[in-house]
C-alpha cells in the first residue's frame, strides 16, 4: 500500500522541521489560555455550573494542548514533495494520506508566503495554482532559500511547458 504513495523517481524531499515549532507558538497558547479560564472558574467557584464549565474548558484546553504538541510534528514529518521530469508529486498526512501530482505545464502561478511568525524561523509556504483549484498544491514550511529555489525552477518548468495552454 506504500507503494502507491511512493514517487515515480527519487526521494520525497521534507519539509523543515521549524514547521512544527511554528505551528505550536501558534495554537499551544490559544489552548493553554483556554485552560487557565477553565482554572479561574474552578478556583472561583461562583456557582456549580460555572465550575463545572471550568472544570471542562481546564479539560479541553490541556488536551487540546497536549494534542496539538504531538499532532504539529506528525504532521510536519508527514509533508514532502518530489520533482520528477514531468509533474511535481506533493505528499501529506498521516492517517489519511493524500499525494497529489501536478504536471508542470498545468501550472498557472507559484505563490510563496510567509507569516511574520514563519519569516522569524525562516520559512514559507509556496503553493502552485493551477486552472483547477481541486489540483492546487501548497508545501508548508519550507526554508526560504529551498522556497526560492523551488519557486524559480517551478516558473522557468512551467513557462517552457505551459506553451500548449
Known amino acids: 500500500m506504500d507503494g502507491?504513495?511512493?514517487?515515480v523517481e527519487g526521494t520525497w524531499q521534507p519539509v523543515s522541521p521549524r514547521l512544527a515549532t511554528v505551528r505550536r507558538?501558534?495554537?499551544?497558547?490559544?489552548l493553554v489560555a483556554l485552560a487557565l479560564a477553565?482554572?479561574?472558574l474552578v478556583v472561583l467557584r461562583l456557582g456549580s455550573w460555572t465550575t463545572v464549565l471550568g472544570a471542562a474548558l481546564l479539560v479541553t484546553g490541556l488536551a487540546g494542548?497536549?494534542?496539538?504538541w504531538v499532532?504539529?510534528?506528525r504532521n510536519q514529518r508527514s509533508w514532502g514533495y518530489a520533482e520528477n521530469a514531468d509533474d511535481l508529486l506533493v505528499t501529506r498526512g498521516v492517517m489519511f494520506k493524500r499525494l497529489v501530482a501536478i504536471p508542470y505545464g498545468r501550472m498557472q502561478f507559484v505563490d510563496v508566503e510567509a507569516g511574520p511568525i514563519a519569516r522569524a524561523f525562516g520559512i514559507a509556504t509556496v503553493t502552485l495554482h493551477t486552472a483547477s483549484p481541486e489540483t492546487a498544491a501548497e508545501i508548508p514550511g519550507l526554508p526560504a532559500a529551498?522556497?526560492?529555489r523551488l519557486r524559480n525552477r517551478l516558473t522557468e518548468l512551467g513557462e517552457a511547458r505551459g506553451a500548449g495552454l
Open 4 to 7: 502507491l504513495f511512493a514517487p
Open 25 to 30: 507558538i501558534l495554537l499551544v497558547p490559544l
Open 38 to 40: 477553565g482554572l479561574v
Open 65 to 68: 494542548a497536549g494534542w496539538t
Open 71 to 73: 499532532w504539529a510534528g
Open 146 to 148: 529551498q522556497a526560492t
